[in-house]
């Protein structure tokens, strides 16, 4: 079955990094737009970063220069690079993707969700 899997969440001091990813699977044609998002305890959701089929990137101005989205097409896989991380990025980051699963069908996935955890 098609699935849009995440990976690389975790727990990191802060100012380290992690580099989290969201990788389709079962067949698919291609990632077009991929679109992160993340939600803190006791926060709503929060659109922070995204990347269009042909590798054009958007921030929140919260993650810019912190955060660089990229895509790998051969893999099917999107990375995210997280640097200079604060306790205030902990939370559950989840990836949203618009995939081609055949010629004419084009359909909206979401990752599971992983939890990165930044302690002070």
């Known amino acids: 079955q098609v699935q849009l899997v995440e990976s690389g969440g975790g727990e990191v001091q802060a100012g380290g990094p992690l580099r989290p990813s969201c990788a389709a699977s079962?067949?698919?044609?291609?990632?077009?737009?991929l679109v992160w998002y993340r939600q803190a305890p006791g926060k709503q959701r929060e659109l922070f970063a995204s990347?269009?089929?042909?590798?054009?990137?958007n921030y929140a101005d919260f993650v810019k220069g912190r955060f660089t989205i990229s895509r790998d097409n051969a893999k099917k896989t999107v990375c995210l690079q997280m640097n200079n991380l604060n306790p205030e990025d902990t939370g559950v980051y989840y990836c949203?993707?618009?995939?081609?699963?055949?010629?004419?069908?084009?359909?909206?996935?979401w990752g599971q969700g992983i939890q990165v955890t930044v302690s002070s």
């Open positions: 990347i269009t089929g042909g590798g054009i990137t």
């Open positions: 079962g067949g698919i044609l291609r990632i077009k737009k």
């Open positions: 949203n993707a618009n995939l081609r699963i055949s010629n004419y069908v084009w359909r909206d996935y």
